[in-house]
């Protein structure tokens, strides 16, 4: 099991992985160090574009997969 889906994400755009990872980690920093700072505005601001961004890249994925799949 822990192949087959290792195989999936190898076999992935490696610039929409790159994005989601990155909008993930974006999305976590301000959720978490944001209000600390005392930065609650920009935090959401950003926490909110981090979905957006990683929404994009779950598509690119999805339809790339989808487009892969079908000549098999």
Known sequence: MR????????????KAVILV??????????????????????AVDVAVGAIGIAAVGC???IFQSVRKSRFF
């Open 21 to 42: 990872l990155i909008t993930i980690t974006l999305f976590c920093a301000s959720v978490l160090i944001g209000p600390v700072l005392g930065w609650t505005k920009i």
């Open 3 to 14: 192949s087959a889906i290792w195989s999936r994400i190898s076999n992935l755009e490696p």
């Open 59 to 61: 598509i690119l994925i």
